[in-house]
């Protein structure tokens, strides 16, 4: 049983920066594809960043530019790191694990709040 437990989340001005980080448990995350979503009040989820096994990269447009997505396999963990942070840009972000390249991600971690505001 695949395990995702999200840190760093929190208050942050706009223009400022956070680092949000998952650590996996219960698999080997080094054969997995593994990213970020996120949900605002009244919104849907929204795919923010994926990175694929193969290290390969995609973010939805409104992050490009601002936000990376980086994993250390060694460390069973991802990181999202996010610059120029932006009031729309406030929601809950939560770490996903997919066990196949196409669909949707079959494992969750419990989200973590990222707030901006002046």
């Known amino acids: 049983q695949v395990q995702l437990v999200e840190s760093g989340g929190g208050l942050v001005q706009p223009g400022g920066s956070l680092r949000l980080s998952c650590a996996a448990s219960?698999?080997?995350?080094?054969?997995?594809?593994m990213g970020w979503y996120r949900q605002a009040p009244g919104k849907q989820r929204e795919l923010v960043a994926r990175?694929?096994?193969?290290?390969?990269?995609d973010y939805a447009d409104s992050v490009k530019g601002r936000f990376t997505i980086s994993r250390d396999n060694a460390k069973m963990t991802i990181v999202l790191q996010m610059n120029n942070l932006k009031p729309e840009d406030a929601a809950t972000y939560y770490c996903?694990?997919?066990?196949?390249?196409?669909?949707?991600?079959?494992?969750w971690g419990q989200g973590t709040q990222v707030t901006v505001s002046s």
């Open positions: 219960g698999s080997i995350i080094s054969t997995y594809d």
């Open positions: 990175i694929w096994t193969t290290g390969s990269t």
């Open positions: 996903a694990l997919w066990t196949a390249a196409f669909g949707s991600a079959d494992y």
